[in-house]
T-cell receptor, first 114, second 111 residues
Framework: EPEVTQTPSHQVTQMGQEVILRCVPISNHLYFYWYRQILGQKVEFLVSFYNNEISEKSEIFDDQFSVERPDGSNFTLKIRSTKLEDSAMYFC????????????FGPGTRLTVT | GEDVEQSLFLSVREGDSSVINCTYTDSSSTYLYWYKQEPGAGLQLLTYIFSNMDMKQDQRLTVLLNKKDKHLSLRIADTQTGDSAIYFCAERGTGRRALTFGSGTRLQVQP
């Protein structure tokens, strides 16, 4: 069964460093998302991406964040200058056009900023 | 803004039914979801319901929607130890692509 994959599973970085989190959505999907979950808190929406552009973003997704689909398979989230409060589990999700109500999530990348 | 609330913990005995409840505030919610998260794993889509439905059954899972009270529930029949996980309720409003999640209910199944 096709699934969303994410790498790495755990990333440790120092405050102020740039990180890139990688996702490979399900191959025929057209809509892509990033969510995050700070430990003990709710899963929060960050951004959605369709047709090579951001279609919706939350207040959390400020200028420190960017997304890219560099090739036909990867979808990345970049944090330019990480802060301690960026420590969280980051989930990528995707959905196709036909089953537009079903978002499928990856296993997540745990980001720890020290 | 939109909000989704769930109770934090539920403990049941193996073989019993589990009922996990959720309330939401967005009256324009068109899709409501249940996701399951096992330790160290991602969010697995369990089931969903459209806002024009009252009930949906899928094997051991029954979803009930009371749109008037903005209340959603997930019933798991014959709960097994493998059902132990965190269950997230989520909603998606009209015209939005993002899901709004609840805090998750940790289901503990005792043998």
């Amino acid at each position: 069964e096709p699934e969303v994959t994410q790498t790495p599973s755990h990333q440790v970085t120092q405050m102020g460093q740039e990180v890139i989190l990688r996702c490979v959505p399900i191959s025929n999907h057209l809509y892509f998302y990033w969510y995050r979950q700070i430990l003990g808190q709710k899963v929060e929406f960050l951004v959605s991406f369709y047709n090579n552009e951001i279609s919706e973003k939350s207040e959390i997704f400020d200028d420190q964040f960017s997304v890219e689909r560099p090739d036909g398979s990867n979808f990345t989230l970049k944090i330019r200058s990480t802060k301690l409060e960026d420590s969280a589990m980051y989930f990528c999700a995707s959905r196709d056009r036909v089953n537009s109500y079903e978002q499928y999530f990856g296993p997540g990348t745990r980001l720890t900023v020290t | 803004g939109e909000d989704v609330e769930q109770s934090l913990f539920l403990s049941v005995r193996e073989g019993d039914s589990s009922v996990i409840n959720c309330t939401y505030t967005d009256s324009s919610s068109t899709y409501l979801y249940w996701y399951k998260q096992e330790p160290g794993a991602g969010l697995q889509l369990l089931t969903y319901i459209f806002s024009n439905m009252d009930m949906k059954q899928d094997q051991r899972l029954t979803v009930l929607l009371n749109k008037k009270d903005k209340h959603l529930s997930l019933r798991i029949a014959d709960t097994q130890t493998g059902d132990s996980a965190i269950y997230f309720c989520a909603e998606r409003g009209t015209g939005r692509r993002a899901l709004t999640f609840g805090s998750g209910t940790r289901l503990q199944v005792q043998p």
